[in-house]
């Protein structure tokens, strides 16, 4: 027998498409969103993972360089914090002087996906701040080459 409330819910679905309610068929004890912005919400993050995991920076110093505004101590911080969750880890390559690179994780690579959506998402909506020439693009004009695209596809 249907309850009152499944019916309801047919009924809007058949009525009106934009009133359908996405509800995931487990009980979350926390929003994972929340939980995903606790680590990657914090300031600098998300260009911090950009750059060791897409430009491949894996230098402390060059990654101070490659993102303005970045302070030494913010930087240091967010690293000990991404290698802390596991997203980052630090290779020492025993040279003189040392040299410590940084690259991501398996955890870390599954970022990508996301900072892929955002390159999408403001290139559509955002391009009148992005693009000199203020015209939106799609995902096959801003990663032309099909390497390009299957390497970010290869992580999705």
């Known amino acids: 027998m249907q309850s009152i409330k499944e019916g309801q819910e047919k009924k809007s679905h058949l009525n009106n498409e ?11 004890i926390n929003c994972p969103i929340r939980t995903s912005l606790g680590v990657l919400g914090k300031k600098w993050t998300i260009l911090i993972i950009r750059d060791i995991g897409v430009r491949r920076i894996g230098r402390f110093n060059r990654l101070l360089e490659s993102i303005p505004g970045l302070t030494h ?4 911080m967010r690293l000990k914090e991404l290698e802390k969750e596991g997203l980052i ?3 020492e390559k025993k040279k003189s002087p040392m040299m410590v690179l940084w690259s991501l994780t398996e ?7 996301i900072l ?4 999408i998402f403001a290139s559509k909506w955002y391009a009148d701040v992005i693009f000199e020439d203020k015209r ?3 995902f096959n004009e801003i990663f032309p080459h099909p390497e390009a695209r299957e390497m970010i596809m290869s992580y999705i």
């Not at 101590?73 to 240091?76: A, E």
């Not at 892929?116 to 390159?119: A, G, L, P, R």
């Open 18 to 28: 934009e009133e359908i309610v996405i509800q995931p068929q487990v009980k979350f």
């Open 73 to 76: 101590r913010v930087l240091s």
């Open 89 to 91: 880890e630090c290779l």
């Open 136 to 138: 939106p693009r799609r």
């Open 116 to 119: 892929t959506q955002m390159v």
């Open 107 to 113: 955890k870390g690579k599954d970022t990508l996906p």
